[in-house]
Nanobody
Framework: QVMLVESGGGLVQPGGSLRLSCAASGMIFSSYTMGWYRQRPGKERELVARVTSAGITNYADAVKGRFTISRDNAKNTVVLQMNSLKFGGTGVYSC?????????WGQGNQGTGPS
């Protein structure tokens, strides 16, 4: 059973930074591209960043240059460093496989972003 456990969220002032972590288990982590998704109030969930098993990254235009995704295949973790957070970027941040997410989701980082 795949388990995804996110941590590190919270509210900061616009312009601030947050670091999100996701620990995965129950899967061959190194075989999958992993991504961070964001769901803002009233909007659909969107993929904001992804990283291949080899460490190649890709970002949505809205976060490019401000967010950095990384992974540690030995620890089965994926991290999202978010800098220069903008007003309107608050939502629930979750990790999953990408670009197609698995059926199961963790609890996500509720209420994460600029206050």
């Amino acid at each position: 059973q795949v388990m995804l456990v996110e941590s590190g969220g919270g509210l900061v002032q616009p312009g601030g930074s947050l670091r999100l972590s996701c620990a995965a288990s129950g899967m061959i982590f190194s075989s999958y591209t992993m991504g961070w998704y964001r769901q803002r109030p009233g909007k659909e969930r969107e993929l904001v960043a992804r990283v291949t098993s080899a460490g190649i990254t890709n970002y949505a235009d809205a976060v490019k240059g401000r967010f950095t995704i990384s992974r540690d295949n030995a620890k089965n973790t994926v991290v999202l460093q978010m800098n220069s957070l903008k007003f309107g970027g608050t939502g629930v941040y979750s990790c999953n496989t990408a670009p197609v997410p698995g059926k199961g989701w963790g609890q996500g980082n509720q209420g994460t972003g600029p206050s």
